[in-house]
């Protein structure tokens, strides 16, 4: 592998939330590997995974950074909220889904 290429880019974990909708719990995509379309590329197979386990919303929480990406990619903002970390910041956040009927 080379030296510049690094093994991690990008990561992406789900989770069920219910018979219709999945979570999209993380997703991380490192500062200097952004305008890539590695965030679309995650959304896309998070899309798919989901649509072939029957689900029929993704749903995530944003921070407000990141809702432009989610937007263009076709969730709606569905509400807003501070997210409490385990550190006591409590960063601003969008409540975000995206129908996959």
Do not use: H, K, N
């Amino acid at each position: 592998m080379r030296a510049d290429v690094p093994r991690i880019a990008a990561l992406m974990r789900q989770s069920a939330t219910g018979p219709a909708r999945v979570r999209v719990r993380a997703m991380f995509v490192r500062d200097d590997w952004t305008g890539r379309g590695l965030g679309r590329a995650i959304l896309a197979r998070c899309e798919r995974a989901a649509r072939a386990e029957g689900f029929r919303s993704l749903v995530l929480m944003a921070t407000l950074p990141g809702v432009p990406l989610y937007q263009s990619y076709g969730f709606r903002e569905v509400g807003r909220t501070l997210m409490p970390l385990p550190d006591g910041v409590e960063p601003a956040g969008a409540s975000m889904a995206y129908p996959l009927d």
